[in-house]
């Protein structure tokens, strides 16, 4: 029914940059908030970034503020995480998650749907 697909994924080395895409098959995209999510192996899954349905707020993670850009394209139901200036510790399986209630949230458990991941390994 609802589906969230992560994509763009891949290996790059450090100080690259890569652009994941979440496409989603939520109703109305833009009565979502959406998040992307990150779980290193051995680690917590934890937050990265979040972005609500007016665009008009963003949220980071202090680890990746100022290298990462969470942005959306309603018109093709997407949420992108532009990654720049990746480390070695940014390596970790990367979720989408969309939220039907507030935006911002930086627990795993108040958003809603999950995508199946995409993997990011940044090589030093």
């Known amino acids: 029914q609802v589906q969230l697909v992560e994509s763009g994924g891949g290996l790059v080395q450090a100080g690259g940059s890569l652009r994941l895409s979440c496409a989603a098959s939520?109703?109305?995209?833009?009565?979502?908030?959406m998040a992307w999510f990150r779980q290193a192996p051995g680690k917590e899954r934890e937050f990265v970034a979040a972005?609500?349905?007016?665009?008009?707020?963003?949220r980071y993670a202090d680890s990746v503020k100022g290298r990462f850009t969470i942005s959306r394209d309603d018109a093709k139901n997407t949420v992108y995480l532009t990654m720049n200036s990746l480390k070695p510790e940014d390596t970790a399986v990367y979720y989408c998650?969309?939220?039907?209630?507030?935006?911002?949230?930086?627990?795993?458990?108040?958003?809603?749907?999950w995508g199946q991941g995409t993997q990011v390994t940044v090589s030093s």
């Open positions: 972005i609500s349905w007016s665009r008009s707020n963003t």
């Open positions: 939520l109703r109305t995209f833009r009565s979502y908030a």
């Open positions: 998650a969309a939220a039907t209630t507030g935006w911002g949230h930086n627990r795993d458990d108040e958003y809603d749907y």
